[in-house]
């Protein structure tokens, strides 16, 4: 029984998962300390740097991140050093091209910038952006390699650090936002100067980057840059667009429950998707068509099973969520904006059901070096998003309805996506299901064998 525990322990599926379960742990826990620390207008300030910062990211590691897991996943000792340096290169080229912009933007338009709640953004995240590339970097490469334990310390090191700062500010102190980004700002150098002297980083190896491992990334990241700039999005999107409407900053706070709370159905969303792509990717360098059919059908049904359940609970505990994550200031309907939140929470599990075919496709489509079709589906995403944003808020005035167009634009999204990954592969659905029964059916047969048999 030992030697099966430890073997599932070790399994990459569940280093991932619980990785993922604790980096969200302290991520729940952190936002449901600052929206109980500052007003609702200085929380939306917060949630405005982090969702703005998170969507710059996207841009500046999305050129080169799906690519690097690919060509990673079957690259030999020298041509992987040359990925692994070419990654470094384009990461630290787009880390100076993207904060000089910023720079720039904040000097010429500084007043525009502060009204509309985005100062902390364009002051900090410069700065941010360097600290931050050498673990973002060495994250990417771990991935690759399906190295999850080491995943787990790094991220739990910066999640589970800066929580610390969170709890300790509550408890005993009252910083200001200015002062808790310092603090951000120290824990991410000590855990990116952690990689740097690991070597998990593989900045050192920028040197021997050639023209054609460049191209090569470029190649491919020209089409994940987008495609991972419109994922992020249809995340912030709406934070963005509401924050621009006549609803302001305290519209963001209440909103950002709701959206927070999503991440909980994402949590073993991320981990699957994390082992799965590597994999898919693998077999399609090496030929094998049918084990990629055959991860997606596997991780698909065990997704979409998982997430019927996780969508129920969301929907009937809605309230409770509400309350953990928020606090009783956000419970009931906004006396200003007559808003319930809890309402937007309930639309938003219905969303969750939808997720797992959606991502699925997607990373389906790059696997098999498709990333134009992907591209193409969630620019289609993107914009039935924008549209319905903008409807919902400057004409229905409701932020109901934007969580409603979430719902309308994944629809759209996995459509598109199986269509596309159908013309490829030339899928059967009901696979997708009977795996999904497979799969489950296989863990019940290890837990089985690890239980003592009766005398």
Known sequence: MKKALKKITREANFLSLTGNVAIAFF???????????FPVDVFGQW????????????FRFGIT??????YLSGAEHEDRLKYVGSNGLIGLVATIFITLILVICHLVFPVPIKHAGYELFFTWYPLLAFVNLP?????????????????LLVKSLISGGFFFVLLVNYLFFKMTLVQLIWAQLLITLITSA????????????????????NKTLLDFGKYTTFTLIGTNLLRSADTLIISLSPLGTAAVALYSIPMKLTEIQQIPLRSFVATAFPKMSRASIQGRIEEVKSVFYTYSGAMTYLFIFISLLTFVFAGFFVLLLGGRQYMGIDPVLGVNTVTIVRIFSLYGLLLPIDRMTGIGLDSINKPAMNFI????MVLANVIGDCVAVFIFKSLPMVAVASIVFTAIGVWVGYR??????????RIVFTEGIRFYKEIYSK?????????
Request: glycine share 6%; net charge positive.
């Open 27 to 37: 991520g729940f826990a952190g936002f449901a300390l600052m929206a109980r620390t």
């Open 47 to 58: 949630v405005l740097y982090i969702s703005s910062g998170t969507f710059i990211e996207m």
């Open 65 to 70: 991140n799906t690519a690097i897991i690919r």
């Open 135 to 151: 673990f973002n970097t060495a994250l990417v490469i771990m991935q690759a390699d399906l190295k999850f334990g080491k995943m």
């Open 194 to 213: 952690l990689c740097m002297m690991k070597g998990w980083d593989g900045l050192r190896h920028i040197r021997k980057a050639t023209r054609q491992t």
């Open 377 to 380: 589906k969630v620019l289609i």
């Open 420 to 429: 596309f990954l159908d013309r490829e592969l030339h899928l059967q659905q």
């Open 447 to 455: 837990l089985k064998t690890m239980l003592p048999r009766p005398s």
